[in-house]
């Protein structure tokens, strides 16, 4: 499909890419949004092109813009030039960015992964802040993780708050979502550590022996994780809580342990 | 004041902590809402007491509740029941707890810490995420931080969000507020090494030479530290950045470092 100028509110694509910034209609679609070059430029070079790409009709010419519009064409998308007013529709902004995307959601079953393509992989057990779930992708990124496996019900990872929180990552980290119940026999069906960070009998975070494939798991923000899986992990570690709390915010958690667990296995 | 019961929710007292909902009416009358058991009890067990504590007339006996009653009746504050359709008013929330406090907002200058009592202290430069403000707080309970100095303009410390994510927190830290060029010749006045978390010319993280009283610093969300502010510091310390790309949560990085400087102040 050509690239096309649409300077109408009531455009049907207009219409369906604005009713993806609600949560209820986006999940149903199974699409979502994401804006900035930045973001689309990480999305493209990890293989995930827009099925429509928006833009602002007045831009700066711009090579990776140019490249984004190739992509999408290649794949058969839809590019659409836009006024600034609709823009701003779309994305819920005053001041978009010049160009958007939407993307559909991809397959994020367990099968997707190779375990052995990276020496850190973060899990999340029913992780409720939507907030929490994107820094843990951001952070997963940063300490060179394969991705993030979301067990039982967790926040919606495609979801306007997790994918800004993400910072690209949600591009970059591979994403699954599975039952503990299936990521249990799958994990113990090939190579990998399973680690928790508990509050209960536990070992020093710093320090201990941390092992490639290293699974750092992480549970629920009030709850933390239930016993029987911290039971089935390979060890349970604990930081330090000098204070009166006894917990730190879940994605805090995530990443002071995974910064220390990519200390120890390059150390 | 003696306990009274209200059951109207055009009582002006439920009025006026309704209104501490709003966030500029809030900031206008400098107090703030705290809820839950657990929190008014860290909040009292740390000298804050609560100028107007509320409570469901239908209530489990409880001595940490009685414990608050006496403490905000020796104060000369306001003790209040009330029916659980008004306490959800006054909170927004379906489920509130059984106790609900409003508190004056508290001096915030840099005359009230004194450096020498504490390892480290946490500091952030134009922070705008509450969420992150309020996780930096925990993260300094958790660590054993002295509390959590804001430079510049940062989001509001006793916002709804913010004392949510502090879990407590907001009451066991100190908190101040100051301009970069207050800050500096207060610090420069006593012990204290400058720490900043760099994207720029730094050393890793690990391993960096540490000192106690240690204040460790992060900046913005978008646009990290300014140049001169970095150049202030006693020392740039970085973290390896493994993906794409280049910078992690804030609160993310302050914990990580805080975490490592805590680890080699006390190896």
Redesign the interface.
């Known amino acids: 499909m050509p690239r096309r100028e649409i300077t109408s509110f009531s455009n049907p694509t207009i219409k369906a890419l604005r009713s993806l910034r609600d949560k209820k209609h986006r999940q149903r679609e199974r699409r979502f949004l994401a804006e900035g070059l930045r973001l689309l430029t990480?999305a493209r070079e990890s293989g995930r092109v827009p099925e429509v790409l928006v833009m602002a009709s007045k831009r700066d010419r711009h090579p990776l813009i140019d490249a984004l519009e190739r992509a999408v064409e290649a794949a058969g998308g839809d590019v659409i030039e836009t006024t600034p007013d609709i823009l701003s529709k779309i994305t819920g902004k005053d001041n978009p960015q010049a160009v958007a995307g939407a993307f559909a959601e991809w397959d994020t079953s367990l099968g997707t992964i190779e375990r052995e393509t990276a020496p850190i992989w973060l899990v999340a057990q029913a992780l409720r802040d939507p907030?929490n779930l994107g820094?843990m992708l951001?952070?997963?990124?940063?300490?060179?993780a394969g991705g993030l496996i979301l067990i039982d019900d967790c926040a919606d990872p495609f979801g306007v708050e997790a994918v800004r929180?993400s910072?690209?990552?949600i591009f970059?980290?591979k994403l699954v979502r599975a039952r503990w119940e299936d990521f249990l026999p799958w994990l113990r069906g090939g190579s990998g550590q399973l680690v928790a960070a508990s509050l209960r009998e536990a070992v020093p975070y710093?320090g201990a022996p941390y092992e490639a494939p290293c699974f750092v798991m992480v549970g629920n923000e009030s709850q933390g994780l239930p016993a029987e899986y911290e039971a089935a992990c390979d060890l349970r570690v604990t930081?330090?809580?000098?204070?009166?709390?006894d917990?730190?915010?879940a994605?805090?958690a995530a990443?002071?342990l995974a910064?220390e667990v990519?200390?120890s296995l390059e150390g």
Chains 1, 2 share one sequence.
């Open positions: 990480d907030g820094t951001r952070t997963g990124d940063a300490v060179g929180a910072m690209g990552a970059t980290q710093r930081m330090p809580m000098r204070g009166r709390a917990s730190l915010n994605a805090v990443a002071v910064y990519l200390a």
